[in-house]
């Protein structure tokens, strides 16, 4: 079945510690965005690619970093410069980028300080 | 610069009532307008959309969302929930270049039995 995978489930950070979060999708799909999710905040953009090998920053891009080197992959880094890591971390894709085109949403990972 | 505010944290419903989840929408330009679901831990589903023509749009679900140009809003109805409706539910405008998705806060559908 064509999807979004994202992992791990649960990642836990240590104090100036990177940890790069995955995700992987199998819908052929030229678009991928990361959005972070706290607690009655809704969803807001980190980064977003429209095309391999271009990506653009979205709204809360500082302290986070990506790569898209391939269509089907769009990992997520949190620096250490990110000072409240803390939350539930979102990776979405749709077909063309445009506003028109639906996106699909992977199951997450959570994020947590040790 | 586009914005969502959806009116409603939380809304508590019996089984079976009618319900209508508020979704209030900020744009200078054509909008595309959607609703997603999320179930605990889950990622979020899409739930229904509207992107242009009918300005009531439906889901395979029951659920039905109206776009009012006028009165900027794209509320969601269903006529009767059920237990499994409990959830929380996204309002969100996309960016017609870029596909970017400004979402509302949220509002935790409760459907008690």
């Known amino acids: 079945d064509g999807g979004i995978t994202q992992s791990p489930k649960y990642l836990f950070r240590k104090e100036g510690q990177n940890v790069t979060l995955s995700c992987e999708q199998n819908l052929n799909h030229d678009a991928m965005y990361w959005y972070r999710q706290d607690p009655g905040q809704g969803l807001r953009l980190i980064y977003y690619?429209?095309?391999?090998?271009?990506?653009q920053k979205g709204d809360i891009a500082e302290g986070y970093s990506v790569s898209r080197e391939k269509k089907e992959s769009f990992p997520l880094t949190v620096t250490s410069a990110q000072k409240n890591p803390t939350a539930f971390y979102l990776c979405?894709?749709?077909?063309?980028?445009?506003?028109?085109?639906?996106?699909?949403f992977g199951d997450g990972t959570r994020l947590s300080i040790l | 610069a586009q914005s969502v505010t959806q009116l409603d944290s939380q809304v508590p419903v019996f089984e079976e009532a009618p319900v209508e989840l508020r979704c209030n929408y900020s744009?200078?330009?054509?909008?595309?307008l959607f609703w997603y679901v999320q179930y605990p831990n889950q990622g979020l589903q899409l739930l229904l959309k509207y992107l242009s023509g009918s300005t009531l749009v439906e889901s395979i679900n029951g659920f039905e969302a109206e776009f009012n140009k006028s009165q900027t809003s794209f509320h969601l109805r269903k006529p009767s929930v059920h237990i499994s409706d409990t959830a929380e539910y996204f309002c969100?405008?996309?960016?017609?270049?870029?596909?970017?998705?400004?979402f509302g806060q949220g509002t935790t559908l409760q459907v008690k039995p």
């Open positions: 969100a405008v996309s960016e017609w270049n870029t596909g970017k998705l400004i």
């Open positions: 979405a894709s749709s077909i063309g980028g445009t506003g028109n085109q639906p996106q699909h």
């Open positions: 690619s429209q095309i391999v090998n271009d990506f």
């Open positions: 744009s200078s330009v054509s909008v595309y």
